[in-house]
């Protein structure tokens, strides 16, 4: 079996699906968006996991068009739960986008294009890159991040603390937003530096006028020091698991 060959024929078959998980803020309890995360489910072997496919996709150069199905997919289920809702709507969806799939595709391009397609605002839409996108090249980063805030998407940085951060340079990229890295969030109770370090980015973020997102929150406890801290939207087990569009969309609804 070859991943490759596999993934291949499902992306031009259209078995890939995202799923989506709430973020929900903190304040309020209220949900804020999704994120969306991609799943496989092979024929034979069952679900793979996007930890084992997005590295052969990258390998592969399959990343681009995976990519380009990714927030085209995103961009019209917001159009499609904006025609089924009554009313403004104001939910976002976050997408993320891998470090080589910046470096191979125009993903201004594919951005604009995606969002065309589906007719909504680019303020509707968050793209979640890591640090490792920025390592190489900082200065067309910065450009590649100005063009994508010219089209109004919101900017998160995902994995925060994992990488390299060169705070200066951070400073003057247009992030929304810093994805604090479930690795410190899930043990902070138990572990004082990881406690720490939480704290650090938080303030860091304050500091920069950028929000915040904790991922992997798994306890009321954890959530309810995090809203404490002044973190603004948490993302975890506690709150849902990713699940079906379908889901995510009943999720929608009982939460207006
Ligand atoms: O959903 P799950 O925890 O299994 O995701 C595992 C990893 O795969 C996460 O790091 C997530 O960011 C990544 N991932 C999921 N969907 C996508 C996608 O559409 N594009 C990229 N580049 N990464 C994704
Ligand atoms: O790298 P990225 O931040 O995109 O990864 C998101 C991944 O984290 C998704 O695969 C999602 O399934 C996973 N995830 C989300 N919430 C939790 C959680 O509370 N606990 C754990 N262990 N994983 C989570
Ligand atoms: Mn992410
Ligand atoms: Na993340």
């Given at each position: 079996f070859s991943m490759e060959t596999d993934l291949r024929r499902a992306l031009q078959m259209?078995?890939?699906?995202?799923h989506y998980q709430p973020l929900v803020d903190l304040d309020t309890g209220l949900l804020s968006g999704f994120e969306a995360l991609a799943r496989w489910q092979h024929a034979d072997l069952g679900a793979i996991s996007p930890v084992d496919f997005i590295p052969v996709a990258e390998e592969s150069g399959?990343?681009?068009p995976l990519g380009r199905w990714a927030l085209e997919e995103a961009a019209k289920t917001?159009?499609?739960w904006d025609e089924r809702l009554p009313g403004q709507q104001d939910f976002r969806i976050s997408v993320n986008m891998s470090a080589v799939q910046i470096q191979r595709d125009d993903v201004v391009e594919a951005v604009s294009s995606a969002l065309r397609g589906a007719n909504i605002a680019g303020n509707r839409m968050t793209l979640e890159l890591t640090e490792s996108a920025f390592i190489n090249d900082p200065d067309g980063a910065k450009r590649l991040l100005d063009n994508l805030k010219s089209l109004?998407?919101?900017?998160?940085?995902?994995?925060?603390g994992t990488g390299y951060s060169n705070l200066a340079y951070l400073q003057q990229l247009p992030i929304d937003v810093l994805k604090i890295?479930?690795?410190f969030v899930s043990e902070m109770m138990v572990n004082k530096d990881k406690r720490a370090i939480v704290r650090t980015v938080l303030?860091?973020?304050?500091?920069?006028?950028m929000k915040t997102t904790a991922e992997g929150i798994e306890s009321s406890e954890?959530?309810?020091?995090?809203?404490r801290l002044g973190c603004s939207v948490g993302?975890?087990?506690?709150?849902?698991r990713p699940m079906t569009g379908d889901a995510a969309y009943a999720f929608l609804v009982a939460d207006k």
């Open positions: 259209g078995e890939l699906e995202l399959l990343i681009v917001i159009a499609l109004d998407t919101n900017l998160a940085m995902d994995d925060f890295d479930r690795s303030s860091l973020a304050r500091a920069l006028g954890i959530s309810e020091v995090l809203r993302q975890g087990y506690y709150f849902a």
